[in-house]
């Protein structure tokens, strides 16, 4: 028996106070664009200050403080609370990130207004751009120490945002053609906005209506080419609010945290989409936070030094490269095998974390009836909560080894961080129920299923604990 997904709104739910005040904050955005405007280019003023200005100072010694440095101060605010808060926000509230604050999109959208307007090509609008720019984006930052220094942060985040500059200038008339298809960060964005328990619905019925009726409606302009009348998710919405009350039939409202996954994500099977959560999130990127503080690592390097040495092969133990390839800075220098290794590790992560968990959310899809592929992509949908909450783990690793170097201590991270992580392991199997419970209905299959998705959760859970609580 072949199960359809029929992407369907939240339960309708009885107008109530909360309801109206939902609508008319998503109508007062619509009305204050100007202001919206204003908070975009302020935000790209203290963008530019934090991005460029460290660059041109010293680095800092063993003596310089977080509010005594600028540079310190500069990579705590962007890696230390901006990007943290940035994730946490999406995850609540949408990609409001984006619509409102994002400096990168209020460039690119600018550039757009005065560029040449080309039609989109073709090539640009590959659904896997997102994964693989933040699979590059995040192998790169850790070759050239990002977190740590002004210099690769400027060439990352700055590169990124001139060409977000040069895409919008080039492409689309007053549009994000870079945040829809290029940016490297918008397919997490657009992975943890499905969490988000507010977004702006649109009623088919109201629209339809609101067409019979022969009202023609002043035409706005959706920046990021969300197509409004089909919109049935907040995954590329950027919750600007331009379309707040467009024909009656859009506002913003509230919605089950689960919705989106459970009856949205599954209607189009989405690959690209499955190798960032299984891959990128759960694999690449805790690679990435954990190989500097690995044993793996210290013994792989050690293992390979005395092959080397052994062979008479010294020049990748002493040659290094320039720090826009791998970080050279005094006392803080990559040779060419810590530069390889690194690769190798982050990659091997990537590669075992994905290899073991698509393996067992396979056998689960299998478990709930004949292959299908779309319900394995939908099964993945499910990892969301804890892909995306290891992420956010791991950047606040960032923020409490900096608050600890200048002598603040946390006491309360530990158990803060257990449970984060239990809570979004036990939110993914609960949306794994349900994600079942429209494919079958024999409990037995659902249960073996269950069962299934918690071993592919086992080697993401089993990285976080490695790194917080045994290395």
């Known amino acids: 028996m072949t199960t359809t997904i029929v992407p369907r709104h939240a339960p309708s739910v009885r107008p109530d106070q909360s309801d109206d005040v939902w609508r008319k904050a998503g109508d007062w955005l619509q009305r204050h664009q100007a202001t919206i405007r204003m908070v975009q280019w302020t935000m790209v003023l203290v963008y530019a200050v934090l991005l460029i200005v460290p660059v041109f100072l010293p680095l800092p010694d063993n003596a310089a403080y977080l509010w005594s440095n600028f540079t310190r101060f500069a990579q705590f605010v962007f890696w230390g609370v901006w990007w943290p808060l940035v994730l946490l926000g999406t995850a609540l509230v949408g990609r409001i990130w984006c619509g409102i604050f994002c400096p990168e999109g209020a460039i690119s959208e600018f550039a757009s207004g005065r560029g040449r307007g080309r039609a989109i090509p073709r090539w640009m609008t590959w659904p896997g751009w997102p994964t693989a720019a933040f699979a590059c984006t995040t192998l790169y930052g850790q070759m050239t120490s990002v977190y740590q220094y002004p210099a690769p942060t400027l060439l990352i985040l700055g590169g ?33 906005a499905k969490l988000a328990p507010l977004h702006f619905r649109v009623e088919p019925p109201l629209w339809q209506l609101s067409q019979l009726s022969g009202t023609k409606p002043k035409a706005i302009n959706c920046a990021p080419l969300v197509p409004i009348r089909t919109m049935r998710g907040a995954s590329d919405c950027h919750m600007c609010g331009r379309c707040s009350g467009f024909r009656g039939a859009v506002r913003l409202a509230r919605r089950s ?76 220098v990559m040779t060419l095998l810590d530069g390889a290794l690194l690769v190798a590790y982050v990659l091997a992560a990537a590669i075992a974390s994905g290899a073991s968990t698509f393996s067992s959310l396979a056998l689960a899809a299998r478990c709930l009836g004949p292959w299908r592929t779309r319900r394995l992509h939908h099964l993945a949908q499910s990892l969301i909560p804890l892909a995306g909450a290891g992420v956010l783990l791991g950047l606040s690793g960032l923020t409490v080894s900096q608050l600890r170097s200048d002598g603040i201590v946390l006491p309360f991270v530990d158990p803060l961080r257990a449970a984060v992580l239990t809570m979004a392991t036990f939110w993914s199997g609960v949306l794994c129920w349900q994600v079942t419970g429209i494919y079958s209905r024999q409990p037995v299959r659902r249960m073996l299923a269950l069962f299934l998705v918690g071993l592919a959760m086992m080697p993401a859970v089993a990285g976080w604990v490695l790194l917080f609580w045994i290395w």
């Not at 001139?162 to 689309?172: N, P």
């Open 160 to 192: 990124s945002t001139l060409a977000a500059a040069l895409i919008g200038f080039l492409y689309g008339r007053n549009k994000r053609v870079w945040c829809r298809y290029l940016c490297p960060v918008s397919g997490v964005f657009g992975l943890l």
């Open 257 to 332: 945290p689960n919705h989106e996954i459970v009856h949205v994500a599954g209607a189009v099977a989405k690959p690209w989409e499955t190798i960032l959560i299984v891959t990128g999130l759960m694999g690449l990127a805790a690679g990435a936070f954990q190989w500097s503080v690995s044993p793996w690592f210290v013994q792989a390097k050690t293992w390979a030094a005395e092959r080397l040495i052994e062979y008479g092969v010294t020049w990748p133990l002493e040659a290094t490269a320039p720090w826009w390839i791998l970080t050279n800075y005094p006392g803080d």
